[in-house]
């Protein structure tokens, strides 16, 4: 069963760090760009960074210099590290394959308190 697991989320205050994980399963991981993308509350689902097994990067404008995309093929994990988070990155956090595939994991919920 193809499995994209995201973890890490929780409370932290602007300015703090959060690191995601998501873990894979069920596929062959080298063979997938994996993105992460957030969906807040009451707003539609947006694309915030992705990276290909040779390691190419995409990031959101919002997210631009302060979030970093990162996979680990041995451990078929990808990881975002969140930097100076601010209150609108507060949102449910999930990854997929970049194309997304039509099924969507549980995510990881970030809350930023100003």
């Known amino acids: 069963e193809v499995q994209l697991q995201a973890s890490g989320g929780g409370l932290v205050q602007a300015g703090g760090s959060l690191r995601l994980s998501c873990a894979a399963s069920?596929?062959?991981?080298?063979?997938?760009?994996i993105g992460w993308f957030r969906q807040a509350s009451g707003k539609e689902r947006e694309g915030v960074s992705c990276?290909?097994?040779?390691?190419?990067?995409y990031y959101a404008d919002s997210v631009k210099g302060r979030f970093t995309i990162s996979r680990d093929n041995s451990k078929k994990t990808v990881y975002l590290q969140m930097n100076s988070l601010k209150s609108e990155d507060t949102s449910v956090y999930y990854c997929?394959?970049?194309?997304?595939?039509?099924?969507w994991g549980q995510g990881t919920l970030v809350t930023v308190s100003s």
């Open positions: 069920g596929f062959t991981f080298d063979d997938y760009a």
């Open positions: 990276t290909n097994s040779r390691g190419s990067t």
């Open positions: 997929n394959a970049n194309p997304p595939w039509k099924k």
